[in-house]
């Protein structure tokens, strides 16, 4: 059995920085591609970051990539996500995946996280 447990999720004043971790367990996720996906409320869910195996190659949507990291420690099996400069309209639900490769499609995922909030407000 597989499972992905995100964490760090919470209230942030805009401006302020938050990190997600995301721990897997159940098996070796080395070789998976490792995702980060928002969904805000009345929104479909949306691609935000995804990294590599071996963590050398990431790809982070526009909206974010001057201010958001992704990273990875296979030797803890967890994806982290380090969100600076934080907006309000960077409030979701954020999930994490593990999947067969790197990619921005959920598709190319095969297991997810349950969600952990993060909302940006003063």
């Known amino acids: 059995q597989v499972q992905l447990v995100e964490s760090g999720g919470g209230l942030v004043q805009p401006g302020g920085s938050l990190r997600l971790s995301c721990a897997a367990s159940?098996?070796?996720?080395?070789?998976?591609?490792r995702g980060w996906f928002r969904q805000a409320p009345g929104k479909e869910r949306e691609f935000v970051a995804t990294?590599?195996?071996?963590?050398?190659?990431?790809y982070l949507v526009d909206s974010v990539k001057d201010r958001f990291t992704i990273s990875r420690d296979n030797a803890k099996n967890t994806v982290y996500l380090e969100m600076n400069s934080l907006k309000p309209e960077d409030t979701a639900v954020y999930y994490c995946?593990?999947?067969?490769?790197?990619?921005?499609?959920?598709?190319?995922?095969?297991?997810w996280g349950q969600g952990t909030q993060v909302t940006v407000s003063s």
């Open positions: 995946a593990a999947g067969r490769k790197t990619s921005s499609s959920s598709y190319d995922y095969d297991y």
């Open positions: 159940g098996r070796t996720f080395s070789f998976y591609g």
């Open positions: 990294i590599n195996w071996g963590g050398g190659r990431t």
